[in-house]
C-alpha cells in the first residue's frame, strides 16, 4: 500500500529565484524505511519539511494514505518529525519535554501521563523524567526528541540528521535503536542522512537527491554496490 506520494511536487521559497524541488515524484510505501541522501542544499530537508506541512508546497500534490494533504495545517497530519538539534525546552523536565505536543493540544493529564510513561518505558528514560536537558547525556536528549515524537501516536516518521550531533559509538547504538523502534511500532520513516553506513544499515530504499531532483533510487547495494 502506499502511503506517501509526491506527485510533480515543487517548492520555490518566497525570497528566492530558483526552485529548490522541481518535479518531484515519490512514492513511499506503508512501513517502509526510507532514506534521503545527497549534498547538502540537495533539499532533502525541504522534502520532509514539504511532507510535514512545515513548508507549503509551491506546486504539485502531497498525498498521505491517498488523501491530499496540501493545505492539511501540520498539527493534524498523521506525522512526527525528529530534528537534528533536538529542539528540546531548556526550562522543562524531560517529562514536560516529551508531553509537551500533547499539552499544547488539550490532553487530558492522565493521558498525557500513561503516554509519556510508555515512551519513557520504550525508550529507557523513565529514571530520567524529572531531570532537565542539561542534565542528560547526548543521547539520552536525543531519546527525549525520539519520546516528543513518539507520544504523538503518529503512523509516519519524519527524521532529519537525528544522530549527526552523537558521537560514533552512540550514533551506531541509536540506530540500531531506531531500528527496532521502526519495526515495534509499524510506522512509515522518511530519514535524511550524510553517513554511509546509516543509509546502507536502515534504509529499505535509498533516494539520492541532487539540486532538487531525484538523481537515483534503489535499495542499498543497488545504490552503493556498483559492479
Ligand atoms: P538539504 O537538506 O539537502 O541540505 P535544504 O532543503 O535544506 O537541503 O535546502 C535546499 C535549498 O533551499 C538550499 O539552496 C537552501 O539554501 C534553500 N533553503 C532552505 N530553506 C530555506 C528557506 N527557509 N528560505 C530560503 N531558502 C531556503
Ligand atoms: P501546535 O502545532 O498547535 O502548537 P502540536 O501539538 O501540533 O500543536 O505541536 C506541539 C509541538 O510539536 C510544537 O512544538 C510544534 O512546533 C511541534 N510540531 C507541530 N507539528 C509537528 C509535526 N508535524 N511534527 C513534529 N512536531 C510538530
Known amino acids: 500500500m502506499e502511503k506517501i506520494k509526491l506527485n510533480l511536487v515543487s517548492k520555490k521559497y518566497p525570497n528566492q529565484e530558483d526552485y529548490v524541488i522541481e ?5 513511499i510505501q506503508d512501513k517502509e524505511f526510507l532514506v534521503l541522501v545527497g549534498p547538502s542544499g540537495s533539499g532533502k530537508s525541504t522534502t520532509l519539511r514539504l511532507i510535514a506541512g512545515l513548508e507549503s508546497i509551491t506546486s504539485g500534490d502531497l498525498l498521505i494514505d491517498d488523501q491530499i494533504n496540501n493545505d492539511v495545517p501540520s498539527k493534524d497530519r ?3 518529525m525528529v530534528f537534528q538539534n533536538y529542539a528540546l525546552f531548556p526550562h522543562m523536565t524531560v517529562e514536560e519535554n516529551i508531553g509537551y505536543g500533547l499539552k499544547v493540544r488539550g490532553e487530558e493529564k492522565e493521558s498525557r501521563k500513561e503516554k509519556i510513561a510508555d515512551a519513557a518505558d520504550v525508550l529507557g528514560l523513565t529514571p ?3 531531570r532537565k536537558p542539561k ?9 527525549v526528541a525520539l519520546g516528543r515524537a513518539i507520544v504523538r501516536d503518529a503512523s509516519i516518521f519524519l527524521m532529519d540528521e537525528p544522530l549527526s550531533n552523537l558521537d560514533a559509538k552512540l550514533r551506531s547504538q541509536m540506530r540500531e535503536e531506531i531500528i527496532q523502534l521502526h519495526q515495534k511500532l509499524g510506522s512509515t520513516v522518511i530519514y535524511v542522512t550524510h553517513d554511509q553506513e546509516e543509509a546502507m544499515t536502515m534504509a529499505d530504499r535509498i533516494v539520492v537527491m541532487d539540486q532538487g531532483r531525484i538523481m537515483q533510487i534503489g535499495s ?8
Open 220 to 227: 542499498p547495494s543497488e545504490i552503493y554496490n556498483h559492479p
Open 128 to 130: 530520567y523524567l524529572s
Open 135 to 143: 542534565d542528560l547525556s547526548g543521547g539520552q536528549m536525543q531519546r
Open 23 to 27: 518535479n518531484l515524484n515519490l512514492s
Open 78 to 80: 498523521d506525522i512526527a
